[in-house]
């Protein structure tokens, strides 16, 4: 009896140590007797014992290898070191497994030999400025290649390109220098245009100077005339007062004869006689009458 429940425990104890639970994004190769039986998925199960075993594990989550730098010459003979990072995915556990020994050495051999193959087609300043070309082209070569492996290449970066220390100088200098025309060109487009601002600054004020001189030659023509305007007014006004007060002619020439007394009684040795008075007798009668009436 003891014998019996010594069994039973047994095989409790080796069914429970050949239950495997396969967590998501995980699978596992099983083989029976040495060969392949089937892929196991995400769940339960249970493997007869002595007779199944798991051949391997895999993930099928997306993965990442950076490898090392590999030296490449390019189409002009210079020799850069050049690293690359694969993204790839399982998709077939049963070909990864069996299809060839170490997949992951074997990728990294691949995309050595890729990469060294489509740099050998491009020149120095192709390989600097194709890395979207580059892997385009690696990511296809890749994918196809590892198929029968089981493997998809989602994705392939170079991530550096380190040409020679002495190639390295050169593009410095180079890049130096057209940073230098840059500026060169920058700084005579700006003192062009500074000039080409001092000259328009220059022509406007020429410009508003001319019309404020015009202005005030404008406005003083204009003064001149209104005061020429006024004093004929003036002269006009003056002859129509004279014209109503109904001046004859005798008052006329009295006035004309006091104004050359004045000028007698002066300290001016010179007495100038109107070219109006014809007559002077005449005006010297009427003012000595005019004289003794007063008296």
Do not use: C
């Amino acid at each position: 009896m003891e014998l019996i429940y010594i069994l039973l425990i047994v095989i409790i104890v080796v069914i429970i140590l050949n239950i495997r639970i396969v967590p998501q994004s995980k699978a596992m190769v099983i083989e029976r007797l040495g060969a392949y039986i089937q892929t196991w998925q995400t769940g339960l199960h249970i493997k007869i014992p002595f007779i199944d075993r798991i051949a391997n594990k895999v993930t099928l989550k997306e993965q990442t290898r950076d490898f090392a730098p590999q030296p490449v010459i390019t189409k002009d003979n210079v020799t850069m070191q050049i690293d690359t990072v694969v993204y790839f995915q399982i998709t077939d556990p049963k070909l990864y497994t069996y299809g060839i020994e170490n997949p992951i050495s074997a990728i990294e051999n691949l995309t050595a030999t890729t990469l060294r193959n489509i740099i050998g087609d491009l020149e120095l300043d192709e390989t600097l400025t194709s890395r979207d070309l580059i892997n385009t082209h690696m990511r296809t070569i890749l994918d196809e290649a590892t198929d029968p492996w089981g493997i998809k290449v989602n994705r392939v970066e170079v991530k550096n390109i380190l040409p020679p220390r002495d190639i390295q100088d050169a593009m410095e200098k180079q890049m130096r220098a057209e940073r230098e025309r840059r500026e060169a060109i920058l700084r005579a487009e700006g003192e062009k245009k500074a000039a080409i601002l001092r000259a328009e600054g220059e022509k406007e004020s020429a410009i508003l100077i001319a019309e404020a001189n015009k202005e005030r030659q404008i406005r003083e023509a204009e003064g001149k005339a209104e005061a020429i305007v006024k004093v004929k007014k003036a002269e006009a006004d003056g002859l129509k007062l004279l014209k109503d007060a109904k001046i004859d002619e005798a008052v006329l020439k009295l006035k004309s004869y006091e104004a050359m007394v004045n000028v007698a009684n002066g300290n001016s040795t010179k007495i100038i006689i109107p070219s109006e008075m014809q007559n002077l007798a005449s005006v010297v009668t009427t003012a000595k009458e005019l004289f003794e009436d007063k008296k």
